[in-house]
Structure formats: structure tokens, C-alpha cells
T-cell receptor, first 116, second 113 residues
Framework: SQTIHQWPATLVQPVGSPLSLECTVE??????LYWYRQAAGRGLQLLFY??????ISSEVPQNLSASRPQDRQFILSSKKLLLSDSGFYLC???????????????FGPGTRLTVT | GENVEQHPSTLSVQEGDSAVIKCTYS??????FPWYKQELGKRPQLIID?????GEKKDQRIAVTLNKTAKHFSLHITETQPEDSAVYFC????????????FGTGTQLKVEL
């Protein structure tokens, strides 16, 4: 069965520091991968998605970036964190969008980031 | 792009009553509609989904209905229990869209004893 991992689970970082969050998926190949951010008490905002190695689409302009160095690895980064970057960061995966139509997305356990 | 509106934002019911959450979408090409349940501090969990070729789907106490003409879909929870208390999100996606989901803003459901 498929499993999705995220680390770290929690993170407290000062303003202006760099960020690196990692997500890995097991038990599937060539998944679509997604990064979401959820501010406290709010909805899910799609930040980036990837349909393959090195293929990244950005949904919103921000000081974050994403990379996919391996098929089942997705990394979210920032060179300098802002206070507004605080939130719950969720990675998700799905099988590729094929002729059968969209498929279910499954979320990782998330990373709770507090920027101080 | 797609826009999904969700109502109500909060819903309080008595244990054993039914709860209904409604969503409308804007893009008539959307053909996949999942619902997620998120408990406090946890990840969203897929609880049920429906595709545009069916009008209703049931799984025990939960059901989803879809009206393509009106472009709205609803989540129905019967015989609510305290463990149903959570935030529920609806979403929509369409074929060829990279499997991207457009989410509603969420409904905080509270089941009171």
C-alpha cells in the first residue's frame, strides 16, 4: 500500500531563516505531488504541484519554491522566511490524471511551521 | 478558473440528527467531487467522492449528491455522532487539470450531546 511521509512534524524558525520541508511517497511510481498551506483556522491553499521529476508548477507568487529531485520526493524551500509563512504545510499525492479522469488525493501528516 | 463555494461555515447539530453541507462550483467541465474530513491538528482525510456520471453515492452514514445542471453537490451525514465533529471540505477537479483540486472554504461541524 502507499504511504506518504513528511518531516519534520513541527518547526519553529526565526524570520529571515531558510526553510526546507521534505515529503516522500512509498508504494507507487510517477505520482502527482502537491504542496498545500493551511493558515490557522483557514482553508487549503495549493502552493505547487508536480507531474514528474523536475516539473514544478507554481500556483501563487510567494517567497517559497519547490523541487522534485527524485520520482517520489518533493521538497519545499525558502531562502528567507516571513512571519506570514507560518502555517500547516501539507504534502499530497495522487495517481496521474489519466483518461479515467481525476483521481483521489491523499495527504501526508503535515508540518506545523511557526515563524517567530 | 474553478471556484467552489461552501455553506454553511459552521453547523451545530444534536447527536442523532442529520447534517447537510452544500457546495457550488463554477466550471461545468469539473467532473470529480471529493469530500474531506479534517480533525483538529490532523491531516484531511478523504471520506467520500463522486464523479459526474452518477447522481448519488452512499457509504454507511454518509452520502453525496450531485446536481450537474445546477452545479452543486452536497454531503449528507445521518445519525450524527460526536466523532463526526470536524471541519469538512468539499473540492472539485476536472480531467486534464493535473488532478488539481479546488477546495471550498470548509464547514466546522459540531455534534452536541
Amino acid at each position: 500500500s502507499q504511504t506518504i511521509h513528511q518531516w519534520p512534524a513541527t518547526l519553529v524558525q526565526p524570520v529571515g531563516s531558510p526553510l526546507s520541508l521534505e515529503c516522500t511517497v512509498e508504494g507507487t511510481s510517477n505520482p502527482n505531488l502537491y504542496w498545500y498551506r493551511q493558515a490557522a483556522g483557514r482553508g487549503l491553499q495549493l502552493l505547487f504541484y508536480s507531474v514528474g521529476i523536475g516539473q514544478i508548477s507554481s500556483e501563487v507568487p510567494q517567497n517559497l519554491s519547490a523541487s522534485r529531485p527524485q520520482d517520489r520526493q518533493f521538497i519545499l524551500s525558502s531562502k528567507k522566511l516571513l512571519l506570514s509563512d507560518s502555517g500547516f504545510y501539507l504534502c499530497a499525492w495522487s495517481v496521474p490524471d489519466q483518461a479515467g479522469g481525476p483521481h483521489e488525493q491523499y495527504f501526508g501528516p503535515g508540518t506545523r511551521l511557526t515563524v517567530t | 478558473g474553478e471556484n467552489v463555494e461552501q455553506h454553511p461555515s459552521t453547523l451545530s447539530v444534536q447527536e442523532g440528527d442529520s447534517a447537510v453541507i452544500k457546495c457550488t462550483y463554477s466550471d461545468s467541465a469539473s467532473n470529480y467531487f471529493p469530500w474531506y474530513k479534517q480533525e483538529l491538528g490532523k491531516r484531511p482525510q478523504l471520506i467520500i467522492d463522486i464523479r459526474s456520471n452518477v447522481g448519488e453515492k452512499k457509504d454507511q452514514r454518509i452520502a453525496v449528491t450531485l446536481n450537474k445542471t445546477a452545479k452543486h453537490f452536497s454531503l449528507h451525514i445521518t445519525e450524527t455522532q460526536p466523532e463526526d465533529s470536524a471541519v469538512y471540505f468539499c473540492a472539485a477537479a476536472l480531467t486534464g487539470g493535473g488532478n488539481k483540486l479546488t477546495f471550498g472554504t470548509g464547514t466546522q461541524l459540531k455534534v452536541e450531546l
